[in-house]
């Protein structure tokens, strides 16, 4: 462990955003809704450790409820992404160039050709801007990159034979991907989990600061980056406070998953050793 | 001309080489055999200077009495290409894919500054005319995917002496190739150095290999020369105990029992598989490639059937349908009297019936299972049975291996631990069949010869059948007693195995038999 820098880097500044979006759903320390002009920019210190914008909220309060919509929406993401495009990639795999697998790829083209942000602004654009349908938008997305590294990985695992020796013992091909292909290619799978994990965190960042994220008064980096923009000569704090914060998460993320790869990689591994 | 005295290796503090010496002198051909992981490539990799990270050595190495350990890596790479030259076992992975082999060979000439593109360009069509693949034929622009193993091989020759080196040091070079292949490989080799006047060292684990071939012979066992001098002598005298056992186990001739009477277990009637080739401008189709092309034979119960041929003959496409894997597109394939088909269409019970043990033991196993999971495999057709644990030692039991083994992962076995392994779980369900494609190819020959007791034991203990498919003929010989020569997708002779290797009839088993090189029993 102690020769993984990459790993330990990425898991402590993941940890510690994680740990604070956790720890804002039960102490803050001040109410990200109360408005109290009097307040109003304070520079940071004393009862305000990051000082307050110019609502007069504190920065760290909303920086920490904040980093709750930006990883809630990021996960579900993902989730919907792997929920969906990890069987469509096993699927394609084991048809190996039958109909079946034609379908999923040049849909999985058609996706790849729009682009990403535009399709989710249109998305939200028609559905009306909330967090549910930022993340719905961003899921969608994530569908295909699971679908091809799935398949990639799993094709060039149908050519082993010990899914032969699976085949002969009467095992149809859903249970072989379940049991034999995926817990081979899970590595990969968590590794691109984690840099989808970050662009989705990007992503959600970029669709409520054109405010077709999560609506006020919840807290988001995006739209918090968004209502600096004004005042970016005033106090420049306002706008480098959730800039920082979404830096650190996503390079947080993407040490992990570079770690992460190191780690679970078993030639990697006895290269280390 | 190269020198070694007293060479020794340790990798990350652990032993490798010992005390190793060799001598090779111009137009002398040195084989060096053992078993994997005797040190052999390791001696090759040390001469080069192509050692991994970790590695400590130790003596005299010294070329034209030049020592080699003393010169820097710089230096060292000077003299790699130009006086040292390397051919390895997997040609398609020593050449660069998206390369045409002409630039590749031109490149060796062009980066050691002995020539200028256009003298390489014409330098290296030469050189690939001299081993074998005349412009007119192969065209110095095609790519190595357009090429045959064998030819990708003269290519990498090619490139090893470019440069004319002194020392040709070839390891394993035709392992991965057929026996006529591997017999055309070995003619040019010796031309070579006939001609050039360089230094050969010939790494292989095959003696019969070196017999026909080198001038001496080193045996090499656990990173120490057991014993050395004249190949004649060495492999005549085989003084030292290990030599003998190596001789021993590659002409090892397990005891078979007799088939039983019956009618025949499988049959295979006019068995007909075509792939669609490929496209010839944008909507003509060559006609389809015929892999197996009306092919009928039956096996007996109790009986070992060999079915030999190159690689491409259609003999693993074959396997594949007998298995139920794959369709056939005519004709029909009958096990114990029901008719083979593929896919889900195949019921449990009869799929029960048979099994397979595959080549590769490094791929044939889920590497995330424990030992009693991959084995028990099989149990999936027909429910698992309440006394599976039972059933699990006693497979492993019967394929000599401890019924301790079967917590431990897969990566803890060796190669022909691997492959009893895989035998167990063929075992498992007790079948009447069992294909053996290929399955002792991958093994050094002492294992390979425990391998085939232990499957002439099963065969006798469980009255098993099996289709032994092989390009070695070798191990055919020694544990079939029919076999089968396939070529181009037909059968083109079959009869007693005796008395095919001894007397072939058609010209194609003709051409296999002499290009097998074979050890000389010592009168």
Redesign the interface.
Known sequence: MSARPTLIAGGVLSGTVLALAALSLVWVPHDVTALNIAERLRPPGGAYLLGTDQLGRDMLSMLMVGARSSIAVALVAVGIGMGAGVPLGLMAAAARGGWLDEIVMRMNDLIFAFPALVIAILITAILGPSALNAILAIGIFNIPVFARVTRGAALSLWT???I?????????RARISA??VL??IANLLIVQATIQFSLGILAEAGLSYVGLGAQPPTPSWGRMLAEAQTMIYTAPRLAILPGLAIVLTVLGLNLLGDGLRDALD?RLRRAAR | MILLRDLGLSLHGRAVLNGVSLEIGRGEILGLAGESGSGKSMTALAIMGLLPEGAELRGHLRLNGLDLLSLSDRQMCAIRGRDLGMIFQEPMTALNPVQRIGDQVAETLIVHGEATRAEARRAAARLLHRVGLPPERFPPTRYPHELSGGQRQRVCIAMAIALRPQLLIADEPTTALDVTTQARILDLLKGLVAETGMGLLLITHDLAVISGLADRLAVMRRGEIVEEGPAAAVLAARKHPYTRALVAASAHRPATPPPLPGPPLLEVREARRSYPAAHSGLFRRLPPHRAVDGVSFGIARGESLGLVGESGCGKSTLARAVLGLDPLQGGEIRLDGDVVRAGAAMPARLRRKMNAVFQDPYGSFNPRHRVARLIAEPFHLDGRPSDAADRIDAALEAVGLDPKDRDRFIHEFSGGQRQRIAIARALIARPDLIVLDEAVSALDVRVRAQILDLLADLRARFGLSYLFISHDLSVVRSSTERVLVMQAGRIVEEGATEKVLHNPAHAYTKALLSAAPKLKEPD
């Open positions: 082993l034979d010990y032969r020796a699976a085949e002969l013992a009467g095992k149809g049991e034999h817990p081979n078993p």
